[in-house]
């Protein structure tokens, strides 16, 4: 059983505090990585919710191996969002208090995939020509990252 289901069977739908990690991916045109998720047909960031027993470095690295099958190397902490803006209610009801830890990254070893349960594709992107359809929760943090990296 995963953590979050664990942690739903105890409090419900109520609000918990629940951390994500992800990864600001670069490869050697500095181009981004971005995933084409399944659950809303829009670009983000590689990542998700921490596991119980990791840190959130190994989350990040966790969930970018299994959304897009690269391995990071060094990761740079890039910046740490929370507070009640980042607040979020699911579909299915469930509440969280959201601390997002964001990465960059400009190592990594693998073959990326096009496709898998959880990405619907996944592509490196210039800076000039990134996709439209981009995840709203995830604008500010790529808009961040764009004026500073």
């Keep these: 059983m995963d953590y979050i289901t664990y942690l739903r069977n105890m409090v419900g739908r109520k609000k918990v505090i629940m951390v994500v990690a992800a990864a600001f991916v670069l490869n050697e045109a500095g181009e981004l990585l971005l995933q084409k998720r399944r659950d809303t047909d829009e670009w983000g960031l590689p990542g998700g919710f921490m596991e119980m027993g990791e840190g959130t470095a190994d989350t990040a690295r966790r969930e970018v191996y299994e959304e897009t099958g690269l391995h990071l190397g060094n990761l740079d902490l890039f910046h740490i969002y929370s507070g009640p803006e980042y607040d979020k209610t ?40 990134l996709p439209k359809e981009l995840f709203k929760e995830h604008i500010p943090f790529i808009r961040d990252f764009m004026t500073v990296k």
């Design 90 to 129: 699911f579909a299915n009801g469930d509440q969280a208090a959201l601390v997002q830890v964001l990465y960059s990254c400009r190592e990594f070893t693998g073959e990326l995939i096009k496709s898998n349960a959880e990405s619907a594709d996944n592509a490196f992107f210039s800076r000039q020509a």
